[in-house]
């Protein structure tokens, strides 16, 4: 049974940090292309950051120079650390694993970023 937990999430002041974690079990996590989505109420949902099998990395626009998105095979985990958070990132973040026309989400961890 795949399963993708999310973890981390919270309430920041703007100009804060969070590092979001997700814990994978059930796949062979190496060869899975790892990424964070986030949903914001009313939106749809989008791409924040990925990271290849090959370590290769994408980041949405809006996130570059603040998010970084990194992987441990052997722990079977994705983080995403993020700084300098803005309130329009305030979200749903979902991790997803993918492979091929494959894939996997988590349930979510909630960030709000407000004063």
């Known amino acids: 049974q795949v399963q993708l937990v999310e973890s981390g999430g919270g309430l920041v002041q703007p100009g804060g940090s969070l590092r979001l974690s997700c814990a994978a079990s059930?796949?062979?996590?190496?060869?899975?292309?790892m990424s964070w989505y986030r949903q914001a109420p009313g939106k749809q949902r989008e791409l924040v950051a990925s990271?290849?099998?090959?370590?290769?990395?994408n980041y949405a626009d809006s996130v570059k120079g603040r998010f970084t998105i990194s992987r441990d095979n052997g722990q079977k985990m994705v983080d995403l650390q993020m700084n300098s958070l803005k309130p329009e990132d305030t979200a749903v973040y979902y991790c997803?694993?993918?492979?091929?026309?494959?894939?996997?989400w988590g349930k979510g961890t909630l960030v709000t970023v407000s004063s």
């Open positions: 990271m290849s099998s090959t370590g290769s990395t």
């Open positions: 997803n694993a993918q492979i091929g026309g494959v894939g996997f």
């Open positions: 059930g796949i062979i996590f190496k060869i899975y292309a």
